[in-house]
């Protein structure tokens, strides 16, 4: 068998494996369990919450970002609950 014969063979053998290999989450069924912007707009409306965007310093956003981490709280809630503790104080 000549040596170029040997590589087809293996390339054949490559592609059969990767056509049966299955489809990975992040493209298959995994993909819609993510609500799309519209549904998470509507979730969000329900629970009261409005979109606001701010413009922070880099070193502000690092700190409440480490913060957030210690707590193990997401940023919205970080935030959140430091302008609650502004506002009261």
């Known amino acids: 068998m000549k ?4 590589y087809k063979n293996q390339g054949l053998k490559i592609n059969s494996q990767m ?3 299955g489809i990975p989450g992040r493209f298959g ?3 819609g369990a993510m609500p799309d912007r ?3 707009r ?3 409306q329900a629970q009261g919450l409005v979109p606001f965007a701010v ?3 880099s070193e ?3 700190q409440i970002q480490a913060l957030a981490q210690t707590r193990q709280m997401g940023l919205n809630e970080m935030v959140a609950e430091l302008l609650k503790k502004g506002l009261a104080g």
């Not at 040596?3 to 040997?6: A, G, P, R, S, V």
């Open 3 to 6: 040596k170029t014969d040997l």
């Open 19 to 21: 056509k049966q290999a």
């Open 29 to 31: 069924g995994e993909a």
């Open 42 to 44: 509507k979730l969000d």
């Open 55 to 57: 413009k922070l310093n």
């Open 38 to 40: 519209r549904e998470q």
């Open 60 to 62: 502000l956003v690092q």
